[in-house]
């Protein structure tokens, strides 16, 4: 499974950015799927999870509120529409795959990871 995110960008702080991950080679409904973010010096971060369908998902307590996953299984493709962005989610997010459909929270857990896109939020 290859996963390509876009979507990132340079932001004011209360702007918003929507991500876009597209998956190829796998059967995307078979995959939870979940968005993680690295800011430099830290460690790789969990977001936000959807499950295969789409009914259940799951946030940070960082971005509760202010961002929603989802997924469009048709298009192969699940997004992270961010709003009120603030300058501490300045980061590199990735979005990344999971066989298990164990709803992972923990970065370990996934199995396929796409590239990274850079998310800069301005004061």
């Known amino acids: 499974v290859q996963l390509q995110a876009s979507g990132g960008g340079l932001v004011q702080a209360g702007g918003s950015l929507r991500l876009s991950c597209t998956a190829s080679g796998g059967t995307f409904g078979n995959y939870v799927m979940g968005w993680f973010r690295q800011a430099q010096g830290k460690e790789r971060e969990f977001v936000a999870v959807i499950s295969r369908s789409g009914s259940r998902t799951y946030y940070a307590d960082s971005v509760k509120g202010r961002f929603t996953i989802s997924r469009d299984n048709v298009r192969n493709t699940v997004y992270l529409q961010m709003n009120s962005l603030k300058p501490e989610d300045t980061a590199v997010y990735y979005c990344?795959?999971?066989?298990?459909?164990?709803?992972?929270?923990?970065?370990?857990?996934?199995?396929?990871w796409g590239q990274g896109t850079q998310v800069t939020v301005s004061s």
């Open positions: 990344a795959a999971e066989i298990e459909s164990i709803f992972a929270t923990t970065s370990r857990l996934y199995d396929y």
